[in-house]
């Protein structure tokens, strides 16, 4: 799989709070909200990352350019979600980690010019901080923050210096 990035135990607190924006509230009240600053901002690209938000933006008619599931909610398997992206991608990423093919995978994604969704075998969690690297600026990531709502990032060059650095801080090894 290449190189992986792993979450250390002293960047756990870190990665339990919301990286954007934290919309709270029922799915009716966090998806207007969603849609008002989706209206908004005029994004250059949506994505979402997580099972429940993305079948919750695709439910709300919310375009995405990009998906990024694993048939998981709370750790828990879920029916495999289908949507409307006319490129597919399959990559392997393991809980806690980040691997070299999921980065390049992400990428390769975000570049295609049609709706993507990236299916992962592992975790997708933090593939959010992959998204919010390589998307454009001005797109906007959205995932879920569990038991709390959704949390929208809006992708700028402070956004990705601060991605870029919790990725840089997570350790690295070969495999």
Do not use: W
């Amino acid at each position: 799989m290449g190189v992986v990035y792993a979450i250390k135990p002293e960047l756990l607190e870190k990665f339990r709070q919301p990286f954007g924006v934290l919309l709270r509230g029922t799915f009716s009240e966090t998806m207007k909200q969603l849609n008002a600053i989706v209206n908004k901002e005029k994004p250059s690209k949506v994505v979402s990352v997580g099972d429940t938000v993305s079948r919750n933006l695709h439910k709300q008619g919310i375009k995405t350019q990009l998906s990024i599931t694993d048939n998981k909610s709370l750790r828990r398997r879920v029916k495999p979600a289908t949507f409307p992206a006319k490129k597919v991608f399959q990559t392997k990423n393991p809980q806690g980690t980040i691997t070299e093919e999921a980065i390049t995978t992400v990428q390769e994604a975000l570049r295609a010019n049609e709706d993507a969704h990236v299916i992962v075998d592992g975790e997708e969690d933090l593939l959010t901080l992959i998204a919010v690297l390589y998307a454009p600026k001005n797109a906007l990531v959205v995932y879920g923050q569990p038991h709390e709502g959704i949390v929208v990032v809006k992708v700028t060059a402070e956004k990705k210096a601060e991605a870029r650095a919790l990725f840089e801080a997570m350790s690295c090894s070969k495999s």
